[in-house]
């Protein structure tokens, strides 16, 4: 029987309107989200936190840095999953030098659904990471993700497309 997990991207402050890269449709994105997390919990769906936090050792950034407030998880989604585990990253790749493996195997994972911020880069990165082919099957939640325009967020799908499972937020979670 496969054990699914929900893996939260990037959900920060600094990502929405008011922080310091706002990006594009957070609103509807931050609800799908949402939604994700309910269902999941409904379900008992694990959900998995990833913070990006800037490494402080590369100097001051230009987002994410250090105890900012642009730095914290959305209040709504720390709302909609108080319990879940937080995994702290200073790369795109959600897996890389961080305790998200060891996380998932501590669940008994083994499929990722994976949503968030950036679906360029980060959500791009943890879906197709070499740590990700592990997992029997990977699914990108195509309206629980967001980047800075529209048209980005659809050239980032299409290049998933291949490589991984695009579903929405219904369909994955049905």
Excluded: W
């Amino acid at each position: 029987m496969s054990r699914p997990a929900l893996i939260v991207i990037d959900l920060q402050n600094d990502y929405f309107p008011g922080g310091a890269f706002a990006l594009a449709n957070t609103e509807a994105t931050l609800a799908q989200v949402e939604a994700a997390m309910a269902a999941a919990r409904a379900r008992g769906v694990p959900v998995v936190h990833v913070q990006h936090v800037a490494d402080p050792a590369a100097g001051l950034s230009p987002f994410f840095n250090a105890g900012t407030e642009g730095v914290q998880i959305h209040p709504r989604v720390l709302a909609a999953a108080p319990d879940a585990p937080v995994v702290i990253k200073h790369f795109a790749d959600s897996f890389e030098r961080t305790t998200l493996k060891a996380t998932l195997d501590g669940l008994g994972v083994d499929e990722l659904m994976v949503c968030g911020m950036m679906t360029q880069n980060c959500v791009t990165h943890t879906a197709i990471s070499k740590q990700a082919e592990a997992y029997a099957k990977v699914t990108v939640l195509s309206d629980a993700s967001t980047t800075v325009s529209e048209m980005l967020h659809a050239i980032a799908l299409h290049a998933l497309s291949t490589r991984v499972r695009l579903a929405t937020v219904a369909e994955a979670l049905a």
